[in-house]
């Protein structure tokens, strides 16, 4: 200390020991709890606290400006834009609530402090590093307001009771930096309903724990990053029907194993923007499903993941895209690098009225149903697939055999649909489970292209055609077999004028089932401009088109193994004739006409020209010597 500087002592005291002093008019005193001096006029009892520069220090009665507000305050909590919690509950509990031990009951405090922002009309929350029990349901219509703690592991409410943690009905609302849990058990309420369509809400760094669902967006422009939701019973987030221009990246939610909700759930809007999301143990991963008369614009997602790994409830999709509801349309969704894996049904399914669907190099893998399956609506669905792959599904399961569905699956009512350089088979680390590669069932498809997809190595086949109505263009995909199975029209139509149907043994087959009245017929018609042939056979070796029914040998034969003689023998009475050919090495072309009987129509012998058996024409034949003779036809 320097000489210079002078040293005033003044009384001194506790705060409880300066409540009871009254003091000389004009004298002041410093308490030593709160580092401030008081100034006192003889009658008041503890003085007049000074207000310090930090605003530490001074208390304020302020119940009459704000409702709920019973404490004294301190200075700072109202003269500047944050609001804390703490200042709502009374201080004997403080040490608990930061220690994480108190069972306070904290609703009225947080409600209290939502009063007080919204009579600021703007204003920030805070809810120090502690634990807080909210046995109640806070309610608020404020609006601008942002409630923070001081980190998801520092600041901890703990939702007591049954219903919603927060319902919110203000909009430019943001709640960050704090985790909220709820005990097991419950069978409804969010903890955090933003129920107004007024919309502009933040979610950011909250994590959520156990509890029925998640997080329910009503408004538009709303956002969550960086949370985490864990142990939700039922929907992680929901965007209600009046949402949109809203995104949602960095988000990790955990279901239990006995999960019935969405991870993500959308229930129309216009524009989505998802990225980074891992949806895990839901019953399906992420649903979007537009009530009746409702709509769902413009989803696009990038790098989103849904797994069913450790799920007991059946019958969950990873991505569940359902217009099914009257009058419900899903209209433009980009699935980019997203997943839908060991979920109880499919890993990703559309159905109903949706259209313009994009899916890019998606991971589909060991579901119990197929990888993807598409069912239409009365209109096309314009689908694409993109590269990908879809292997291991149809996974032994549940008392589930394998074998049952494939990797795509292409259902009723689809059509414009596009399947390009996918993978739909087996790889080194995921076995072959899978009935086809790529199936065609249902009915009423519009036009196809499948082209380049590897679909070998599946146990019934690589691509499977099964419709009613035409099917259309599949080139270039690498596998074992295809089957095409129609009940209708099958139209292979190429834009170059070249059909190609090329398997590893040269055959084509045409098969007929077994039903009463079921008949085989192989059309091929057309004409040719150019003078060439409609239908030109042509190969190597000995190729033949051959009919073969009942294993009877009806034989037209090719160039390369041409006939000597052909032969028509009469059967027995009732029964057909016997047809049949062979090639010699003379030379000779015979043909036989052998009558069985006397009744027999085809004659040989020697003609005696009568007047009832005059010649009408003849038959130019020539003999071995090159002579050229007549056959006579006569009545």
Not at 33 to 45: F, I, M, P, R, S
Request: hydrophobic share 40%.
């Amino acid at each position: 200390m320097t000489a210079d500087v002078k040293r005033v002592a003044r009384l001194r005291g506790t705060t409880a020991q300066l409540a009871l002093v009254a003091g000389q008019p004009g004298e002041t005193i410093v308490d030593t709890d709160k580092n401030t001096v008081t100034v006192h006029d003889g009658e008041k009892l503890g003085g007049y606290p000074l207000l310090r520069e930090d605003g530490d220090g001074s208390e304020l009665a302020l119940a009459a400006a704000v409702a709920g507000a019973i404490y004294p305050r301190a200075m700072k909590e109202w003269l500047g834009d944050t609001i804390n919690v703490l200042v709502f509950v009374p201080p004997g509990y403080h040490a608990a609530i930061r220690a994480g031990t108190s069972s306070y009951d904290c609703t009225a405090a947080f409600q209290a402090a939502w009063n007080a922002a919204k009579a600021r009309g703007r204003a920030k929350i805070r809810a120090p590093g502690g634990r807080y029990v909210v046995n109640g349901t806070v309610i608020s219509d404020a609006s601008n307001v942002t409630m923070v703690g001081d980190g998801r592991r520092a600041t901890h409410i703990y939702k007591g009771g049954a219903g919603d943690l927060f319902t919110l009905t203000g909009s430019f609302l943001t709640i960050r930096d704090l985790m909220m849990e709820s005990p097991l058990g419950h069978t409804s309420g969010y903890c955090l309903n933003f129920a107004s369509p007024g919309g502009n809400m933040r979610v950011e760094n909250v994590d959520s724990f156990r509890g029925w669902s998640g997080v329910y967006f009503g408004g538009a422009q709303s956002q969550i990053h960086g949370c985490i939701l864990n142990q939700l019973a039922f929907d992680g987030v929901v965007f209600g029907p009046n949402t949109g221009l809203s995104s949602a990246s960095r988000v990790s939610l955990f279901g239990l194993a006995t999960n019935t909700g969405a991870g993500f759930k959308f229930l129309g809007g216009d524009t989505y923007q998802l990225s980074g999301i891992q949806v895990t143990s839901h019953k399906t991963g992420y649903l979007l499903q537009p009530p009746a008369d409702g709509f769902l614009y413009n989803l696009f997602a990038t790098i989103c993941f849904a797994d069913g790994v450790g799920m007991t409830t059946m019958n969950g999709d990873g991505w569940l895209l359902d217009a099914t509801a009257a009058g419900a349309v899903i209209r433009r969704t980009r699935l980019i690098g997203c997943w839908g894996s060991a979920m109880t049904r499919d890993g990703m399914r559309t159905v109903g009225d949706v259209e313009d669907t994009e899916i890019h190099g998606a991971v589909c893998v060991t579901n119990l149903g197929h990888g993807l399956n598409i069912i239409g609506s009365p209109t096309p669905t314009h689908t694409r697939v993109i590269g990908g792959l879809f292997a291991g599904n149809s996974a032994p399961n549940f008392g589930r055999p394998v074998g049952v569905y494939s990797g795509i699956y292409v259902g009723d009512y689809v059509g414009d649909i596009t399947i390009l350089g996918a993978r739909c088979g087996p790889t080194a680390s995921i076995a072959s489970t899978q009935k086809y590669g790529i199936e065609f069932g249902g009915t009423n498809h519009s036009g196809y292209i499948v082209s380049k997809n590897d679909v070998r190595g599946n146990l019934l086949g690589a691509i499977q055609l099964q419709a009613l109505g035409p099917v259309g263009v599949r080139e270039g995909n690498l596998g074992d077999t295809v089957t095409y199975q129609t009940a209708g029209p099958l139209t292979l139509q190429s834009l170059t004028g070249e059909v190609q149907i090329l398997g590893t043994d040269g055959s084509v087959q045409v098969g007929v089932g077994t039903a009463a009245g079921a008949t085989l017929r192989l059309l091929l018609k057309g004409s040719s401009p150019g003078g060439n042939a409609v239908v030109a056979m042509t190969g190597t070796g000995n190729g033949n088109l051959a009919l073969f029914p009942s294993g009877a040998g009806y034989g037209v034969l090719l160039d390369a193994q041409r006939a000597s003689w052909v032969a028509a023998v009469g059967g027995a009475a009732g029964a057909a004739p016997v047809l049949a050919a062979q090639s010699f090495t003379d030379g000779h072309v015979d043909l036989a006409l052998a009558p069985q009987g006397a009744n027999g129509r085809v004659r040989f012998g020697t003609r005696t020209a009568t007047a009832d058996a005059p010649v009408t024409g003849y038959i130019e034949i020539k003999d071995s010597s090159g002579n050229l003779r007549k056959l006579a036809v006569i009545d």
